[in-house]
């Protein structure tokens, strides 16, 4: 029980770093917590969590090695980086015609809450790259527990996305109302432009 809990506070820990950096997911948390509320930063992890999945089931059946190799990777950072660049496109499209009014989680520009996490993640390499290098050393020793360690260390990872997020979505949702229209269109605006920069850089990286 005692190395269970070692493995969810690790997973917790490690996990809470990442998503200290700045980086797509917290781009797009922005955005739509401005556009639909607090309820937008929960939404994003969700669509997050969703990706995440996946990729642990497709480690677990043993693809970790094929994800990990150079030419694989090479084709990740590039699809990833076109995709981020599309996703900034349409967010620097939206950013001409936005108020600040909430609406329904599935009314934003960017495709929703949830679908922009999912999105963000299997576009973004270095999420990818995450996984079948530290995320796949955690997962080893959690296998050692069996499915009681699995879900010790997917709990505690995904908690600290959850736990971060949402309070980034919940301090944004409460400040807009000092947010004027002409600087929300322009702060969406940095955003998009953020999200693109990252997408161009990915796609360096797979080219060159």
Not at 2 to 27: H, N, R, W, Y
Not at 28 to 33: A, G, K, L, P
Not at 65 to 79: D, E, K, N, S, Y
Request: contains cysteine; positive net charge; proline residues 4%.
């Amino acid at each position: 029980m005692m190395e269970l809990f070692f493995i969810f506070t690790g997973a917790f820990a490690v996990a809470l770093s990442g998503a200290l950096i700045p980086g797509p997911m917290l781009t797009v948390t922005v955005f739509h917590s401005l556009k639909t509320g607090f309820r937008a930063g929960p939404l994003v992890t969700l669509g997050h969590a969703a990706a995440e999945l996946t990729l642990l089931a497709l480690i677990i059946l043993g693809l970790g090695g094929i994800l990990a190799r150079p030419a694989v990777m090479r084709v990740v950072f590039t699809a990833g980086g076109l995709l981020l660049i599309v996703t900034a496109a349409f967010m620097l499209k939206a950013s001409n015609n936005l108020s600040l009014e909430i609406k329904s989680p599935g009314d934003s520009s960017a495709g929703g809450p949830f679908l922009s996490g999912l999105i963000t993640s299997v576009s973004n390499p270095t999420w990818t790259l995450w996984w079948v290098t530290i995320g796949i050393t955690y997962l080893t020793k959690a296998l050692e527990h069996g499915p009681a360690g699995i879900a010790a260390f997917f709990s505690g990872h995904i908690l600290a996305d959850f736990g971060w997020y949402g309070f980034i979505s919940l301090a944004v949702s409460r400040g807009k109302s000092r947010i004027s229209p002409g600087a929300y269109r322009k702060f969406i605006s940095v955003c998009g432009a953020a999200l693109g920069c990252f997408g161009a850089w990915f796609l360096l990286q797979g080219v060159l």
